[in-house]
């Protein structure tokens, strides 16, 4: 299936998804609808569905592959006709196949074709007639109208069901029986394959690794009392940690960042008094932002947060301890900050910057 991007937000958090386009059957007309996956097991068709109640919707017709000859078809706002000579592509149960795939795809698990390769991998260490049927296995549960694209564009998926069938067995859409050539024929099929994608990969991530190796971190707004280190919260803006910057200590890196974007010298001064962030933003909305701020904020923001780290090392051992993780920061206060986690972005790269210092690589 040709991948297609698509995500909702889920309190601020977004959640990855793909679609494809399906029929609903409402009444005795068809309608050709998106359906979208999500990477946390939610399908969105006509309403958000659970992975068991979109099978149950499958298998009541509701959503469905398998229009009637003769009956109206319908899409939203373009055109009606009437399908005439209808021929499906794929079956319910291989529709479901494919969306239960893809969600395991876009959550980073193993996929159907992910299991069937390590399935030939435990083959060729192992030609058992155990490893065998473990692979046949695993080529029938991918996807039946996906299978083709298991191999290249020459061979397709026929050395994947030629090294799955026992000598002299015949292949599942028939044909001649399996020979030792044959065999032999898919094992070098899968060498010589195994020699590209390690020379592929070996170009490709010749710096590292293409993902992060480190679980997300979440920093939420905290209500109450303050955790301490090594709580990844007192990374927050918030976070009673002073900063001096400019000549001036502030309470907080929020309350530097809000003085440091007004124009009037006294409302700095005020924010830097008042009475927490939330105040100190409300102050500067009654203020004027100082020239040529939309453009230098971020910059602003990071060198704030290099000099709290700097100030305070117990909090950059905290960012440091965070590896490579993906940094999600809820909540800013600022809609432009919150816009594409900037504020995430940016500890992520500060963050980089100090860990290249410590490992004397800068």
Not at 56 to 71: F, H, N, Q
């Amino acid at each position: 299936m040709t991948k297609r991007r698509a995500f909702r937000m889920v309190d601020e958090e977004r959640i990855e998804g793909t679609w494809r386009p399906v029929f609903v059957r409402n009444g005795e007309t068809f309608f050709l609808t998106d359906l979208i996956m999500y990477a946390d097991g939610v399908v969105e068709c006509w309403g958000m569905l659970t992975l068991d109640e979109f099978r149950a919707k499958l298998d009541s017709g509701w959503i469905t592959v398998t229009p009637v000859d003769g009956a109206p078809v319908s899409t939203f706002e373009l055109a009606t006709w009437d399908f005439a000579n209808s021929d499906a592509w794929l079956t319910p149960d291989g529709l479901f196949a494919e969306v239960r795939n893809e969600m395991d795809r876009l959550a980073g698990r193993p996929t159907a074709e992910d299991r069937c390769d390590a399935a030939v991998d435990a083959f060729v260490r192992e030609p058992t007639e155990e490893n065998r049927a473990a692979l046949l296995a695993a080529y029938l549960a991918v996807p039946e109208h996906e299978r083709m694209f298991l191999g290249d564009m020459d061979v397709k998926d026929w050395p994947y069901r030629a090294l799955a069938t026992p000598l002299g067995g015949t292949l599942a859409d028939g044909g001649d029986p399996v020979t030792a050539e044959d065999h032999a024929g898919a094992l070098e099929y899968f060498a010589d394959r195994g020699r590209m994608t390690g020379e592929l990969d070996a170009r490709r991530h010749s710096d590292g690794p293409a993902e992060t190796s480190d679980p997300t971190v979440v920093l939420d707004t905290i209500y109450g009392q303050w955790p301490a280190p090594p709580s990844v919260h007192v990374l927050r803006a918030e976070y009673p940690a002073a900063v001096e910057v400019g000549g001036h200590t502030y309470p907080t890196l929020g309350r530097a960042y809000w003085a440091l974007a007004a124009a009037d010298p006294a409302v700095r001064d005020a924010i830097r008094e008042a009475d927490g962030d939330w105040r100190a933003r409300q102050l500067l909305s009654a203020g004027q932002l100082r020239p040529g701020w939309p453009a230098a904020r971020e910059a602003v923001l990071a060198e704030l947060h290099r000099a709290r780290l700097r100030q305070h090392p117990e909090l950059l051992d905290v960012l440091l301890a965070t590896g490579d993780a993906r940094i999600v920061y809820r909540g800013s206060d600022s809609a432009f900050l919150d816009a594409r986690d900037r504020m995430g972005r940016i500890l992520e790269q500060v963050r980089a910057e100090f860990a290249a210092a410590r490992a004397g690589l800068l």
